[in-house]
């Protein structure tokens, strides 16, 4: 299973920003995939997460209420929205993928990731 992970890049605050992360290689169908998120001398976090056969989705605490976490079976990508972007926001974003299980929330549980795409986002 290989993952591609895109679109971040040097935001303003308060616009919206769109990653995605092309998935190749293993059941899609069966896939429970996340993102996490780095920020610079801070450890990797939790942001959300999405199970692709049951839609179920999951979020951390620290973005809840601006972020969206979807996919695109026929694609095989896996999608964050990001809205109304704050400079705490800025940061490595990894996408992670497992085949089968629970919507987790803990990176361990994740078998294979992304190479992450950086956001930065100024005031």
């Known amino acids: 299973v290989q993952l591609q992970a895109s679109g971040g890049g040097l935001v303003q605050a308060g616009t919206s920003l769109t990653l995605s992360c092309a998935t190749s290689?293993?059941?899609?169908?069966?896939?429970?995939t996340g993102w996490f998120r780095q920020a610079p001398g801070k450890e990797r976090e939790f942001i959300a997460a999405?199970?692709?056969?049951?839609?179920?989705?999951r979020y951390g605490d620290s973005m809840k209420g601006r972020i969206a976490v979807s996919r695109d079976s026929a694609k095989k990508t896996l999608y964050l929205k990001i809205n109304n972007l704050e400079p705490e926001d800025t940061g490595v974003y990894y996408c992670?993928?497992?085949?089968?299980?629970?919507?987790?929330?803990?990176?361990?549980?994740?078998?294979?990731w992304g190479q992450g795409t950086e956001v930065t986002v100024s005031s």
């Open positions: 992670a993928a497992r085949t089968g299980g629970f919507v987790y929330t803990t990176s361990s549980e994740y078998n294979y």
């Open positions: 290689g293993g059941p899609a169908n069966n896939f429970v």
């Open positions: 999405i199970r692709w056969r049951s839609s179920v989705e």
